[in-house]
């Protein structure tokens, strides 16, 4: 079964979440680019959530085709 990707925007905080499971105290952070950041499982490495920072902001400069992560969720090399 594929995993399934929520997607969430708090208009407060002008932050759009992408998970793939609730966030969870033992995952890693890494910032991807500025003001994104992504959540890591601790064992595997995989990005299970990110965090896009000024979300409203960025629609024009941002490529939401293009962001910073692989396939499979990991960090792009």
Known sequence: ??????IHYDKIGD???VNTCQPYPEQESEELS?????RLNPISG???????????QRTQ???L???PIGK???PAA
Do not use: C, G, S
Request: hydrophobic share 55%.
């Open 61 to 63: 400069p941002l490529n």
């Open 15 to 17: 932050i759009l979440y």
């Open 72 to 74: 499979a969720l990991l």
């Open 65 to 67: 085709r293009a962001l």
């Open 1 to 6: 079964m594929e995993k399934q990707l929520t």
């Open 46 to 56: 995989t990005v299970k959530n990110l965090e896009i920072l000024f979300f409203t």
């Open 34 to 38: 500025d003001e994104i950041t992504a």
